[in-house]
């Protein structure tokens, strides 16, 4: 009989850790998705100081980049005790380490985004701007960070593949942008302070897609236990055999 209650007990217990580590995980990804909110919240935020010249919302964002910072370093906490006192395995292992690789990702997100407002607060144009690229940029931006957030929840590679796919389109508009300002600035030089500022927002939106683009890299790897950088090596290094 003892023997037999042994044996339960450490079933019940197997199954009791299981589910608190399951709860964990949760906590962890419910976290994640937070944070990247607070990141598009942020972007989107930062977009609108620089085009409408609001330095007031310019220094809001700046001050509330130190909440992100905490929200990292509160996930990252709670993954490295985790995997102290949970010992994941496998597939659950995986998990926190691309928790850990994402979080990393968007703390770099808000800092674009904090770099774009340190732009207007030194900014002495004061005027308001037009450019359709950079808002095309931050709608394309946060369509893809909400999918890269939406794959992870769900663990959808095919999605998480398409995110990654995506951050070509970004690329080509900052080009396109790049472009624009240069012929601005050589058809009448007065406009180089302008045009050098919206180049510089825009590259931060573009290192963005980057990022985003990463984290649907992570997720597909903590899917399947491959990396999409991982196959497109593989296939350059097939193709120059």
Do not use: W
Request: net charge negative.
């Amino acid at each position: 009989m003892a023997d037999l209650d042994n044996y339960n007990y450490i079933i019940y217990g197997g199954i009791m850790a299981r589910e608190l580590l399951y709860s964990k995980i949760e906590e962890v990804e419910n976290d994640v998705v937070d944070m990247g909110n607070m990141c598009i919240d942020s972007l989107k935020k930062a977009v609108d100081a620089f085009l409408n010249y609001d330095k007031k919302l310019a220094k809001e964002i700046r001050e509330n980049d130190n909440l992100i910072d905490l929200k990292e370093m509160e996930i990252e906490e709670k993954c490295v005790s985790i995997i102290a006192l949970q010992q994941p395995v496998a597939s659950d292992l995986r998990t926190i380490l691309t928790v850990i690789k994402i979080i990393s990702k968007l703390e770099k997100i808000g800092d674009n985004a904090s770099k774009i407002a340190k732009i207007v607060l030194k900014s002495e144009l004061n005027m308001k701007r037009e450019n359709e690229i950079i808002n095309v940029m931050l709608e394309y931006l946060e369509k893809m960070l909400k999918d890269a957030l939406t794959a992870f929840r769900t663990g959808n590679e095919e999605l998480a593949r398409d995110v990654y796919s995506r951050d070509k389109k970004i690329d080509k508009l900052y080009e396109q942008l790049y472009r624009e300002m240069i012929s601005y600035i050589i058809e009448n030089p007065k406009n180089t302070t302008m045009a050098t500022e919206t180049i510089f927002v825009a590259k931060y939106l573009e290192r963005s897609g980057n990022l985003i683009a990463s984290i649907g890299d992570r997720v597909v790897y903590m899917i399947t236990g491959e990396r999409i950088k991982e196959e497109e090596f593989d296939f350059k290094h097939f193709k120059n055999e």
